[in-house]
T-cell receptor, first 114, second 113 residues
């Protein structure tokens, strides 16, 4: 089954404790992206990757890092989480160059930073 | 970053009613998309629009790409309980931005008690 998976689905952590949220897709998509969703703000892009070893900042990159060492994986790293990073996070992927801009979203990771 | 203004923020529906929501921007978009998000899940694409003036249907859903390219609307006809959820509009400014999408704040659709 074609899908985007994220782990963990739920995470409660404390300020300053490094964490990684994994994202994996099995559709051989070139383009992957991370969003955060906050009430009333919709989804805002954190980072995106056009292909392996190619990453770039989205609209709200501060406090986050990403890497793209393999095509299928695109982990989101919070080196020193803070309470304002409490949010619902989504990973998405799409084939690059395809005229359809359909992005396939993962199920989401709800992060709470205390 | 670029903002899309989506309205209403929330609405109540009664089974059988037609409902509509819209999205506006101060910038021109090349593509408009409408997504639905069910509780505990990621957004799922409903309709994609690629040309100004385009009107596209998907079952009971109809969406239009505004002539000015700065707005779009989504209509749901004969609503049913499973239409409940959050609807997001999304736009792409230019293909040079890759597949980067800008999302509206969402319209939460609820059932009238």
């Amino acid at each position: 089954e074609a899908q985007v998976t994220q782990n963990p689905r739920y995470l409660i952590t404390v300020t300053g404790k490094k964490l990684t949220v994994t994202c994996s897709q099995n559709m051989n998509h070139e383009y992957m992206s991370w969003y955060r969703q906050d009430p009333g703000l919709g989804l805002r892009q954190i980072y995106y990757s056009m292909n392996v070893e190619v990453t770039d900042k989205g609209d709200v990159p501060e406090g986050y890092k990403v890497s793209r060492k393999e095509k299928r994986n695109f982990p989101l790293i919070l080196e020193s989480p803070s309470p304002n990073q409490t949010s619902l996070y989504f990973c998405a992927s799409t084939p690059r160059g395809q005229i359809s801009y359909e992005q396939y979203f993962g199920p989401g990771t709800r992060l709470t930073v205390t | 970053g670029q903002q899309l203004n989506q309205s209403p923020q929330s609405m109540f529906i009664q089974e059988g009613e037609d409902v509509s929501m819209n999205c506006t921007s101060s910038s021109i978009f090349n593509t408009w998309l409408w997504y639905k998000q069910d509780p505990g899940e990621g957004p799922v694409l409903l309709i994609a629009l690629y040309k100004a003036g385009e009107l596209t249907s998907n079952g009971r859903l109809t969406a239009q790409f505004g002539i000015t390219r700065k707005d779009s609307f989504l209509n749901i006809s004969a609503s049913i309980p499973s239409d409940v959820g959050i609807y997001f509009c999304a736009g792409q400014l230019s293909r040079a931005a890759g597949n980067k999408l800008t999302f509206g704040g969402g319209t939460r659709v609820l059932v009238k008690p």
